[in-house]
């Protein structure tokens, strides 16, 4: 009965070590997610900060087309702003696409951020639990069959305790 208790405890105690090793490695997971969400975040922002101003370039642009007179004169004028306006347009296009894109990578790296921090604090908690029955879970002496205290047990390798099942031989008792 001992050795069933001190192999299970055994067991425990490897797959506390497992899950430590996890805990370990999506902690680092986590911070590189944190990471990605920051810098996305921060080049949404540089993104939509250079959408703005192209947005207020082309509106001043376009108060100057509309306030050039409308002769012969200013022909030039007009067709060269007019191509101006068509440009600025263009660019704000690709700068919209620019955005969209650092806005759903941003929601891409919030979901992963989110799917690690779920999977770590699942591994945290079934260490906790774990932890908590490795310290429930307290060997039986043979002999009196009541739980030995932690600072009683004594671990033995399987030949030992082969030998100690066998030393009645020895002794003329049986154990």
Same mark, same amino acid.
């Not at 908690?125 to 004594?154: C, G, N, W, Y």
């Given at each position: 009965m001992h050795k069933k208790q001190v192999a299970g405890t055994d067991l425990i105690m490897d797959d506390i070590k497992t899950l430590q090793q996890q805990i370990k490695t999506y902690r680092y997971r986590v911070q590189v997610a944190e990471?990605?969400?920051?810098?996305?975040?921060?080049?949404?922002?540089?993104?939509?900060?250079?959408?703005?101003?192209? =947005? /207020?370039?082309?509106?001043?642009?376009?108060?100057?087309?509309? /306030?050039?007179?409308?002769?012969?004169?200013?022909?030039?004028? +007009? +067709?060269?702003?007019?191509? #101006?306006?068509n440009h600025i347009e263009g660019v704000i296009d690709e700068q919209q696409h620019r955005v969209e894109n650092c806005y759903h990578y941003g929601e891409q790296c919030q979901q992963q951020w989110q799917?690690?921090?779920?999977? #770590?604090?699942?591994?945290?908690?079934?260490?906790?639990?774990?932890? +908590?029955?490795?310290?429930?879970?307290?060997? =039986?002496?043979?002999?009196?069959?009541?739980? =030995?205290?932690? /600072?009683?047990? /004594?671990?033995?390798?399987?030949?030992?305790?082969?030998t100690d099942r066998y030393s009645w031989i020895h002794v003329g008792k049986e154990i």
């Open positions: 990471d990605d969400v920051k810098n996305a975040q921060q080049q949404f922002t540089i993104q939509q900060q250079q959408l703005d101003s192209l =947005i /207020s370039y082309q509106s001043e642009c376009e108060q100057g087309f509309l /306030s050039l007179p409308d002769n012969a004169f200013y022909y030039a004028q +007009r +067709r060269e702003c007019k191509l #101006l306006l799917q690690q921090s779920t999977i #770590l604090d699942d591994y945290e908690t079934r260490l906790k639990t774990l932890t +908590r029955h490795k310290e429930s879970v307290a060997p =039986i002496d043979e002999v009196t069959e009541k739980p =030995i205290h932690k /600072s009683q047990i /004594s671990y033995k390798t399987d030949k030992t305790i082969e």
